[in-house]
């Protein structure tokens, strides 16, 4: 295939997933989603980056690439930057996160012709791909699921001292059989 059909193939599979995200959002659940397209894109561009692949398989890694950005890192942050930051500076953070995102981005679009000459595809994909996996290890350790919850739901989890979702996710389950058990107690005659 020549290099335009190549492009509409992958913007394609952007689309897609895209669109499937966001009807899942709904089901599936925010987490899940950024912990699905964090594992699907690090492992898809540390492939592409490690391994001497032939072209065929390069090209459906980079379909997995390109599907997985878009199936969560690419459309959950829309909807979670309003959830996650506190109401008293919800638009000011939303304006000043989306401005560094753009300015960030912009800086990497114009490093993109020295940083392909220095590492070479193959660099570049492997640091997609340490990327991603940092990404992911830090969303499956610090965000919480918000489908859900209310705006104050959300601030009041914030607002607890221990970051942490995953430890947070561990106590909570503790405490809720704990106050089961309670509750069992209290409840019998």
């Given at each position: 295939m020549d290099d335009y059909s190549n492009n509409v193939i992958v913007s394609g599979v952007g689309v897609i997933t895209v669109l499937i995200s966001t009807f899942l959002m709904?089901?599936?659940?925010r987490r899940t989603l950024a912990?699905?397209?964090?594992i699907l894109s690090s492992v898809s561009a540390l492939c592409i980056g490690i391994l001497q692949i032939e072209a065929n398989v390069t090209f459906a890694l980079i379909i997995i690439y390109a599907g997985g950005m878009s199936f969560g890192f690419f459309a959950l942050p829309s909807v979670?930057?309003?959830?996650?930051?506190?109401?008293?500076?919800r638009g000011f953070a939303c304006g000043y996160i989306y401005t560094m995102n753009d300015l960030l981005l912009a800086g990497f679009l114009k490093m993109y012709p020295w940083m392909?000459?220095?590492?070479?595809?193959?660099?570049?994909?492997?640091?997609?791909?340490?990327?991603c996996a940092v990404c992911t290890i830090f969303l499956y350790l610090f965000l919480p699921?918000?489908?859900?919850l209310t705006l104050q739901q959300?601030?009041?989890?914030?607002?607890q001292p221990?970051?942490?979702?995953?430890?947070?996710?561990?106590h909570k389950n503790e405490r809720k059989d704990t106050e089961d058990v309670d509750v069992e107690i209290i409840s019998s005659p």
């Open positions: 709904l089901r599936a659940g912990m699905i397209s964090g979670m930057i309003g959830e996650t930051q506190p109401s008293n500076i392909s000459t220095v590492l070479q595809i193959h660099g570049l994909f492997l640091l997609f791909g340490i990327s699921e918000t489908q859900g959300i601030e009041d989890y914030f607002l221990n970051i942490m979702w995953i430890t947070r996710h561990i």
